[in-house]
C-alpha cells in the first residue's frame, strides 16, 4: 500500500516549489541527474529558485512597494505580452485582482 502524503505550502513557497521543479527537471533533461546525485540535485534547485526569488525580490519589490507609474508600466507590459500571439499570458503577472 502506498504512502500518501498531504502538504500545505504557503504561496511563495508554492512558487519556489515550481521553480525549483523546473529546474531540477532542466538537470534531468540535459543529464546532471544520477541515481548517487539525485538528493544533492535537488538540493540545488531549490537552492537556486530560492536566490532567483530574493534577487526577484530585491529587484521588484512587493506591489506595495512600486509606484503608481511603475504598477501602470507593469500592466501595460502584462497586457502588450497577452496580445502577443506566440506568448502565452503569465497567470502568476495579471494586473486583475
Same mark, same amino acid.
Given at each position: 500500500?502506498?504512502? @500518501?502524503?498531504?502538504? +500545505? /505550502?504557503?504561496?511563495?513557497?508554492?512558487? *519556489?516549489?515550481?521553480?525549483? $521543479?523546473? %529546474?531540477?527537471?532542466?538537470?534531468?533533461?540535459?543529464?546532471?541527474?544520477?541515481?548517487?546525485n539525485?538528493?544533492k540535485?535537488?538540493?540545488?534547485?531549490? @537552492?537556486?529558485?530560492? +536566490? /532567483?526569488?530574493r534577487?526577484?525580490?530585491? *529587484?521588484?519589490?512587493?506591489? $506595495?512597494? %512600486?509606484?503608481?507609474?511603475?504598477?501602470?508600466h507593469l500592466?501595460?507590459?502584462?497586457?502588450?505580452?497577452?496580445?502577443?500571439?506566440?506568448?502565452?499570458?503569465n497567470?502568476?503577472l +495579471?494586473?486583475?485582482?
Open positions: 500500500m502506498s504512502k @500518501t502524503h498531504d502538504f +500545505s /505550502l504557503q504561496p511563495s513557497e508554492s512558487i *519556489i516549489f515550481q521553480a525549483a $521543479a523546473k %529546474i531540477y527537471a532542466s538537470y534531468i533533461v540535459a543529464g546532471h541527474v544520477t541515481d548517487d539525485q538528493a540535485k535537488m538540493k540545488e534547485a531549490i @537552492t537556486a529558485s530560492i +536566490s /532567483l526569488a534577487q526577484v525580490e530585491s *529587484i521588484v519589490g512587493s506591489d $506595495a512597494q %512600486i509606484s503608481g507609474l511603475a504598477r501602470q500592466s501595460n507590459t502584462v497586457a502588450e505580452e497577452a496580445s502577443m500571439p506566440h506568448v502565452r499570458p497567470p502568476m +495579471s494586473s486583475k485582482p
